[in-house]
Every structure is written in C-alpha cells, then in structure tokens.
Nanobody, 117 residues
Framework: QVQLVESGGGLVQAGGSLRLSCAAS????????MGWYRHFPGKARELVAS???????NYADSVKGRFTISRDNAKNTVYLQMNSLKSEDTAVYYC???????????WGQGTQVTVSS
C-alpha cells in the first residue's frame, strides 16, 4: 500500500505562512483524489482542501482565499500552501488519498500547525 508522510508544520505568528507537504511512497495517480484534513482537540476532523487526479480543487469555506492545494506529479507530492494564518487554524493536519475521500485509503501521520496571536 502507498504510504503518505506529511511535513512542514510548525509554529508561526498570526498572518504568517506555512507550506505543508504530503509525500507518497508511490505514484499519486494511485488515487482519484487526495485531501488535507485537520483535527481540532476534542472535535471531529474536517476537510480543508482536496485535489483530484484531473486537477480539480475544492476548499472549505473557512480557508478559501488563504490556502492553496497543489501537486507535483514528478515528486509524488501534494502541497498545502497556507497564507494569512489565524489562531483558529491551529490543529494537526493530515493528508489522505483514495478512490474517494469518504472511502478507504491511506492517511499520513499528521503534522502540527500552531498559530500564535
């Protein structure tokens, strides 16, 4: 099974930027869609952004205009560029791939994003 590894999280001040990376051990064409989720403590995970094999993207309303999902097929990597970060963006961020995001597929280990005010 293809494995996913996230990186790029850290501590940043409000208004700053981070770029998260999700590196796959195999071709990202293994998946119809890949997505970034975030987990808030004590709450359910939420989908932040997704990108299909064809390149179509979708974003949660809370991050539209601030976050951008992209991919580099040659590097088998999906990115999440996060700009204008807010304290409410603080969470553990995970990437997932699959035939659909609601179905089975691999998850990465997560990377912590902390935004200070």
């Amino acid at each position: 099974q293809v494995q996913l590894v996230e990186s790029g999280g850290g501590l940043v001040q409000a208004g700053g930027s981070l770029r998260l990376s999700c590196a796959a051990s195999g071709s990202i064409f293994s998946f119809n869609v890949m997505g970034w989720y975030r987990h808030f403590p004590g709450k359910a995970r939420e989908l932040v952004a997704s990108i299909t094999r064809a390149g179509s993207t979708n974003y949660a309303d809370s991050v539209k205009g601030r976050f951008t999902i992209s991919r580099d097929n040659a590097k088998n990597t999906v990115y999440l560029q996060m700009n204008s970060l807010k304290s409410e963006d603080t969470a553990v961020y995970y990437c997932k791939g699959g035939l659909s995001l609601s179905g089975p597929g691999p998850w990465g280990q997560g990377t912590q994003v902390t935004v200070s005010s």
